[in-house]
C-alpha cells in the first residue's frame, strides 16, 4: 500500500507526502530499513517499527523484523510488544511469544506496563499449563498486581481470578485469604469462595458433605499438586 500509494493515482502519489502517524525515531528506523537493512536497529524502537511496516504492508521488512523481535527478546520488550502491538501476535509469532511469556512470566510481571496488559491476554497466561510460577502464590500476586494498577478492574479481575487454581496455593495461603479482610467488591467475594472450595481439595468435604473435591488442574512446572 505504501509504495502502490506513492506510484499510483491517490493523493499521496500526487503531493509526494504521506502522512505517518510514527515518532522521528520510527521514521528514522524505517528508512534504514529500507537503504541499510535492519541489522542496526535499537531494541527500544522495535515495536513501534513492526507496527508501521505492518501498518504499510512492506512484508520483507515485516519478516525480517518479526525474526529480530524473536532473537532480541527481552521481558521488557515483551512488554512493550503486548501494549504496542497486540494486535500482531498471531500465528507463528504469537505461537512463538506465549512460549517465552510463559516461560519467563516472572521477569515479565516486574516490567514497566504490565499492569497495562489486556485482559484476554492475561487469561490465556494464567490460564495455560505451561505457565512457569515458583508457585501459584506467585501467580495470584501477578493478578492482584494487575488489579491493583488501574482503577475499576473488579469485573475484569473476577474473571481473571477464576482461572487461577486455588487448589494448588498451600493450605496456609488459603486459610489467609479467608481469615483476612481482603479485598473488597467482586473480587474479595470471589477470592472467598474460591479459596473456600480450594480448601476441600486439601483437607477434604466437611462432614456430612456429599460433595467430592474437585480434581485439582496441576501446571506441568510444580513438582507436587500444591506447592508449599
Known amino acids: ?65 518479526t525474526e529480530m523481535c524473536l532473537a532480541q ?7 512493550s510488544l503486548i501494549l504496542e502491538c497486540d494486535m500482531l501476535l498471531v500465528g507463528d509469532l504469537g505461537e512463538l511469544f506465549n512460549r517465552y511469556v510463559l516461560s519467563n512470566f516472572t521477569e515479565c510481571v516486574k516490567t514497566e506496563g504490565f499492569g497495562d496488559w489486556p485482559l484476554h491476554r492475561m487469561i490465556g497466561l494464567v490460564s ?20 491493583r494498577s488501574t482503577p475499576g478492574r473488579d469485573d475484569a479481575t473476577a474473571a481473571l481470578l477464576n482461572v487461577v487454581r486455588f487448589p494448588l496455593l498451600s493450605v496456609a495461603s488459603l486459610r489467609a485469604l479467608l481469615s483476612s479482610e481482603g479485598l473488597a467488591g467482586l473480587p474479595g467475594i470471589v477470592i472467598s469462595r474460591l479459596a473456600a472450595a480450594a480448601l476441600t481439595s ?20 510444580f513438582p507436587f499438586w500444591w506447592a508449599d
Open 1 to 65: 500500500p505504501l509504495f502502490a500509494m506513492l506510484k499510483g493515482g491517490f493523493a499521496e502519489g500526487q503531493q509526494a507526502e504521506v502522512p505517518l502517524d510514527a515518532s522521528s525515531a520510527a521514521l528514522g528506523a524505517f528508512l534504514d530499513c529500507l537503504y541499510r537493512g535492519p541489522a542496526d536497529i535499537k531494541k527500544e524502537v522495535l515495536p513501534e517499527l513492526l507496527r508501521l511496516v505492518h501498518r504499510w504492508q512492506v512484508q520483507s521488512l515485516e519478516s525480517a523484523l
Open 73 to 79: 527478546m527481552t521481558p521488557q520488550l515483551c512488554s
Open 128 to 147: 495455560s499449563h505451561d505457565l512457569v510460577a515458583q508457585n501459584e502464590e506467585e501467580v495470584l500476586a501477578a493478578v492482584m498486581q494487575w488489579h
Open 202 to 221: 486439601h483437607c477434604g468435604p466437611s462432614r456430612g458433605s456429599p460433595c467430592e473435591p474437585p480434581p485439582v488442574q496441576k501446571r506441568k512446572t
